[in-house]
């Protein structure tokens, strides 16, 4: 796809193929000089030659749609000569570079030309002679703008998906610490509420009460108990949502509700409280929020849950 070789096409035509007289030899290179022209002149990419002092010996017509000039105006000249001379010694370094070393090399290149900023992905490539010495340098620059672009607008759309994905996150850990004070404040507090004074039912029956009474009451109490650890376990699995939601444990605090719960979130055992007047009691906390002590009869037990202790 670049300018031929011409000892190469020579020893790749056959007389033996190609009869005809001498002129065929010179005649099938001619045709294949041609046929690669061709080609070199219709691709997409801009396909350069140049000699080692970094001059253009050929350069393809697409130069045209991103400077504005023809490919006779660049031959001869360097690239600071033709106006490119914000990137111009950087593409002369690499130029220099492929000469000495005789290797290829690849790079990315933004310029502002005549017709706007562009990103070309910059391939350049020694050209060897019949001795095997580097006699021209060939580079073939690929226009990547839109690549570039849509790789920004990617970017751009990425941080805007993270962004979204934490602000979910936030909302549904709101939404979890809203559960969790709802089920400490309103229900568990409630619960163990009720376990209390059902504890407090079944220490003040009298010793003639029917059996199937009693057996009723501790049925309750069990029941309450029951739905005390349930709840407990509702609050350890919010708990561990919310450790894994923000990728480092969290305490989970129960947060006072003070106007619809209050006189519940206050003290869950307030009521059982108002009928004891014994000085012979132990004390139970309700709530990691109240610091009100609770005296409860003897007589009664402790019901365990994460609101007594």
């Known amino acids: 796809m670049f300018p031929i070789n011409p000892e190469a096409a020579r020893r790749s035509v056959s007389p033996s193929t190609e009869p005809g007289g001498a002129g065929a030899p010179e ?8 046929h ?27 130069c045209h749609r991103y400077t504005g000039l023809h490919p006779e105006a660049f031959i001869g000249k360097t690239h600071d000569e033709v106006g490119m001379t914000q990137e111009g010694w950087r593409w002369d370094e690499v130029i220099r570079r492929v000469y000495q070393r005789g290797q290829p090399e690849e790079h990315k290149r933004t310029v502002q030309l005549s017709g706007g900023s562009f990103a070309f992905h910059w391939r350049v490539f020694p050209e060897f ?16 703008t839109g690549h570039e672009r849509i790789a920004r607008q990617l970017s751009q759309q990425s941080k805007r998906l993270r962004a979204v994905s934490r602000r ?21 507090q409630n619960l163990t509420a009720l376990g209390i004074n059902l504890d407090i039912v079944r220490g003040e029956l009298p010793g003639n009460v029917a059996r199937g009474v009693l057996d009723r009451v501790t049925n309750m109490r069990a029941i309450a108990g029951e739905m005390v650890d349930t709840v407990r376990m509702m609050l350890f699995d ?14 989970c605090t129960a947060t006072p509700r003070s106007s619809r719960s209050a006189p519940v979130s206050t003290c869950a055992s307030s009521s059982a409280a108002r009928k004891c007047a014994s000085t012979r009691s132990w ?23 994460p609101w007594s202790s």
Not at 134 to 142: E, F, H, K, L
Not at 238 to 251: C, I, M, Q, Y
């Open 36 to 62: 690669f022209r061709a080609l070199v002149e219709n691709i997409g990419d801009v396909v350069s030659r140049y000699d080692r002092d970094c001059r253009f010996l050929y350069v393809n017509p697409v």
């Open 129 to 144: 002679g019949p001795e095997g010495s580097v006699r021209g340098v060939v580079s073939v620059a690929r226009d990547v």
């Open 238 to 251: 919010l708990r561990r949502l919310r450790s894994t939601a923000t990728g480092w444990p969290v305490p």
């Open 27 to 34: 005649q099938a290179l001619r045709e294949s000089e041609e």
């Open 168 to 188: 979910l996150v936030e909302i549904q850990e709101a939404e979890r610490r809203r559960l969790s004070g709802e089920l400490h404040d309103l229900l568990g």
């Open 283 to 305: 004390r139970c906390r309700c709530s990691a929020s109240c610091r009100r002590r609770c005296r409860m009869p003897p007589s009664t037990a402790a019901p365990k849950g």
